[in-house]
T-cell receptor
Framework: EPEVTQTPSHQVTQMGQEVILRCVPI?????FYWYRQILGQKVEFLVS????????KSEIFDDQFSVERPDGSNFTLKIRSTKLEDSAMYFC?????????????FGEGSRLTVL | AQSVTQLDSQVPVFEEAPVELRCNYS??????LFWYVQYPNQGLQLLLK??????LVKGINGFEAEFNKSQTSFHLRKPSVHISDTAEYFC?????????????FGQGTTLQVKP
């Protein structure tokens, strides 16, 4: 069964460093998302991406964050100058359609720990 | 704006007993509703969704949920749980109009099935 894969599963970084979280969406999907879950809190929407541009972003997704689909298969989330409060589980998701109500397929998550 | 409240953070239950996980939402616009499940060390998986039509929806693994518009609720039920149902369950909503696929999640309910 096709699945969304994420790497790394866990990354530890020093405050101020840049991290890149990688995702390989399901191959025929066209819409991509990043969500995050800070420990003990809700899963929060960060950004949605389609046709090589951001279609919506939350207030969390400021200039510190960027997304890219560099090679037609990977979908990356870059976090510049990481802060302690960026520590969270980051989930990538993809969907076949942007149609409301369409199913999002999630990866297993990348846990980011900022020290 | 939308918000989702899952009223129970943890629900312990014995195997073969029935269970109900509660979800209430708030929205000024019409929404679609979802339940996702996260098994240990896995991504979020869609259990079921309500888009329109019958207010009782059936999902995978014997789960069902009932949409109650007047009470703005979407409680998840299973008549007889198994040990393998132990997981984190997330209720989510998205506006029924729009085209971003953005989900707003509740804080999650941990279902602990005991032998």
């Amino acid at each position: 069964e096709p699945e969304v894969t994420q790497t790394p599963s866990h990354q530890v970084t020093q405050m101020g460093q840049e991290v890149i979280l990688r995702c390989v969406p399901i191959s025929n999907h066209l819409y991509f998302y990043w969500y995050r879950q800070i420990l003990g809190q809700k899963v929060e929407f960060l950004v949605s991406f389609y046709n090589n541009e951001i279609s919506e972003k939350s207030e969390i997704f400021d200039d510190q964050f960027s997304v890219e689909r560099p090679d037609g298969s990977n979908f990356t989330l870059k976090i510049r100058s990481t802060k302690l409060e960026d520590s969270a589980m980051y989930f990538c998701a993809s969907s076949e359609s942007h149609r409301q109500g369409g199913e999002l397929f999630f990866g297993e998550g990348s846990r980011l720990t900022v020290l | 704006a939308q918000s989702v409240t899952q009223l129970d953070s943890q629900v312990p239950v014995f195997e073969e007993a029935p269970v109900e996980l509660r979800c209430n939402y708030s929205s000024s616009v019409s929404v679609y509703l979802f339940w996702y499940v996260q098994y240990p060390n896995q991504g979020l998986q869609l259990l079921l969704k309500y888009l329109s039509g019958s207010t009782l929806v059936k999902g995978i693994n014997g789960f069902e949920a009932e949409f109650n518009k007047s009470q703005t609720s979407f409680h998840l039920r299973k008549p007889s749980v198994h040990i393998s149902d132990t997981a984190e369950y997330f209720c989510a909503v998205t506006p029924s109009s729009g085209n971003t696929g953005k989900l707003i999640f509740g804080q999650g309910t941990t279902l602990q099935v005991k032998p």
